[in-house]
Every structure is written in structure tokens, then in C-alpha cells.
């Protein structure tokens, strides 16, 4: 399994990125998927999950009105679009996935969960 995260960089405050992450030698359309940050001295939190079909979707407080995601299970893509973003968004985003069993929709929060891991992308706000 393999999930290759990209679309970070340097923006200053108040812009916008778009990360993509991409999974291969997973049952995408099976997984549960997220997006996790590690700021810089601090532990890793979640960002924002989103259920297999992509119905159901959860943020952090931190982030919700800023910040959507989304997926294309035909693609095997998850993507988040950050706006308005602040110099405490600065860290590295992690994508992960899951997969899961049964029928049910499922958003997977707890980082601990999940089997799979992308490399990180480094997102960098200004102020």
C-alpha cells in the first residue's frame, strides 16, 4: 500500500493550497480516509476525515469553514482545499487510510486506527 501526499508549500497568511493524496494497493472505495497534521513541536492531530463513499465527512474545531475534504473514489484520491489559512496551520500533513468491513459509512478519527500512512507533505503559513 502506498499513498503519495503532495501539494504543500510556502503561503502567507490568508491563502490557499490544495493537497492531493494518492493510494494505490488499497480498497479505496472500502477505506475510510483522513488527513492529520504534526505542528511543529506538538503531536500529531486530525485535520479532517471522510467516510468510503464520501458522505460523511468531520473536521477539527480548528479548522471547520476553512478547510474541505474531499475524495474521487474513481481517481483513489482524497483531497483537502485549505483557505484562509493561518500561521497555525504551519506543519506537516499526513494523509492515512483504512479499510473497512461490513456496509456501514464510517469516519475513522482516531489516528491510532489507521493501518496506512502517507509520507507527509510540509505546508508552511506566514504571517
Known amino acids: 500500500v502506498q499513498l503519495q501526499a503532495c501539494g504543500g508549500g510556502l503561503v502567507q497568511a490568508g491563502g490557499s493550497l490544495r493537497l492531493s493524496c494518492v493510494a494505490s494497493?488499497?480498497?479505496?472505495?472500502?477505506?475510510?480516509m483522513g488527513w492529520f497534521r504534526r505542528p511543529p513541536g506538538k503531536e500529531r492531530e486530525m485535520v479532517a476525515v471522510i467516510s468510503q463513499s464520501g458522505g460523511y465527512t468531520q473536521y477539527a474545531d480548528s479548522v471547520k469553514g476553512r478547510f474541505t475534504i474531499s475524495r474521487d473514489n474513481a481517481e483513489n484520491a482524497i483531497y483537502l482545499q485549505m483557505s484562509s489559512l493561518k500561521p497555525e496551520d504551519t506543519g506537516v500533513y499526513y494523509c492515512?487510510?483504512?479499510?473497512?468491513?461490513?456496509?456501514?459509512?464510517?469516519?475513522?478519527?482516531?489516528?491510532?486506527?489507521?493501518?496506512?500512512w502517507g509520507q507527509g507533505t510540509l505546508v508552511t503559513v506566514s504571517s
Open positions: 494497493g488499497l480498497a479505496f472505495g472500502r477505506s475510510a
Open positions: 492515512a487510510g483504512t479499510e473497512t468491513r461490513g456496509l456501514l459509512e464510517l469516519m475513522v478519527v482516531a489516528s491510532e486506527e489507521y493501518d496506512n
